[in-house]
């Protein structure tokens, strides 16, 4: 099964999220959990979850993709900041559970002149701190474009928060296909490689999502800016390979790519397309494959 959609807007509520995504052809979706430069959320309408869960279920959706705000800094200096951070993830997690066994995705934060272990140790503190043994929900730390300090733009990173998380079952990495790129991983002319050194940092199994974008800027740019698929310096070749890829194809895949509905539409029918034409996968599959 090809799991295809993009981010939809939440303001109509949860129901008619799920029927936009029937419309557009796509199967799953992600949606940010509150106002995205901000911190206020609206109390959620029980029946209109139920309505989005019985549409899901009915229409063999994949898995929702809960995206935190962007102004979530779980390692930031400055402890207000922090403690932010902290509350709105622990009440996400409590709001998921109208969705569960979903997934919860976050960037991990910038350490702001702190250095990268102690942004790392903050992080890890964070999460340790909010995951419970009882939550259905898989928290997802976001593959970064290594901007200024941002933590999460080495797989090393990724695994060193892992590595302290105590419930470490309740956690994942999302890889974005732009913030990977910009970072230097070159998924253009060496996706085998990238996964392999993937795959020997932090393991593929930690992989559940994909947020799949091309890139304005070349690779190892740090940039983070997000561009239409086939029309940046990924292009149209590398996305094919990475749809079709054994270790990545039966992965959700989001786009979070510069465009409005009739623009996803259109990617979601483009990317159909590629998989069903069953482009030949390179060679390198996830470990214990040949």
């Known amino acids: 099964m090809f799991y295809i959609g993009c981010h939809l807007s939440v303001a109509k509520g949860f129901a008619a999220m799920g029927k936009t995504a029937e419309s557009i052809g796509a199967n799953v979706f992600q949606f940010f959990t509150r106002n995205p430069r901000g ?12 309505k989005l869960l019985e549409i899901s279920d009915n229409l063999g959706f994949g898995k929702l993709l809960a995206h935190a705000p962007y102004t979530l800094n779980a390692c930031a200096a400055n402890g207000d900041t922090r403690q932010f951070a902290f509350d709105t993830m622990a009440d996400d997690l409590k709001r998921m559970e109208y969705f569960p066994h979903n997934y919860y995705n976050f960037h991990p934060g910038s350490h702001v002149g702190q250095g990268i272990e102690t942004g790392i140790e903050k992080i ?35 695994r060193a928060i892992i590595n ?7 956690v994942g990495v999302c890889l974005d296909t732009c913030h990977v790129f910009d970072a230097g991983y070159d998924i253009v002319n ?54 079709t890829h054994p270790s990545l194809k039966n992965l959700p895949f989001y786009l979070e790519t510069p465009n409005e509905l009739d623009g996803y539409a259109k990617e979601i029918q483009l990317l159909k397309s590629w998989r069903e034409k069953k482009t030949p996968p390179p060679r390198y599959c996830q470990r214990g494959g040949e």
Do not use: C, Y
């Open 164 to 170: 302290r998380v105590e419930l470490s079952n309740k």
């Open 124 to 158: 890890a503190d964070v999460l340790n701190g909010i995951l419970t043994e009882s939550q259905t929900t898989t928290v997802l730390l976001e593959t970064m474009a290594g901007k200024g300090s941002e933590v999460g733009g080495k797989f090393e990173e990724l």
């Open 190 to 243: 060496d996706l085998d490689g990238v996964l392999k050194r993937f795959d020997d940092v932090i393991g593929l199994q930690w992989l559940k999502a994909v947020h799949l974008n091309d890139s304005k800027n070349p690779l190892g740019s740090h940039k983070d800016r997000h561009e239409k698929i086939g029309q940046g310096f990924i292009g149209a070749d590398a996305i094919k390979r990475i749809i």
């Open 39 to 50: 911190g206020s959320a609206k109390a959620i309408d029980s029946d209109d979850a139920a």
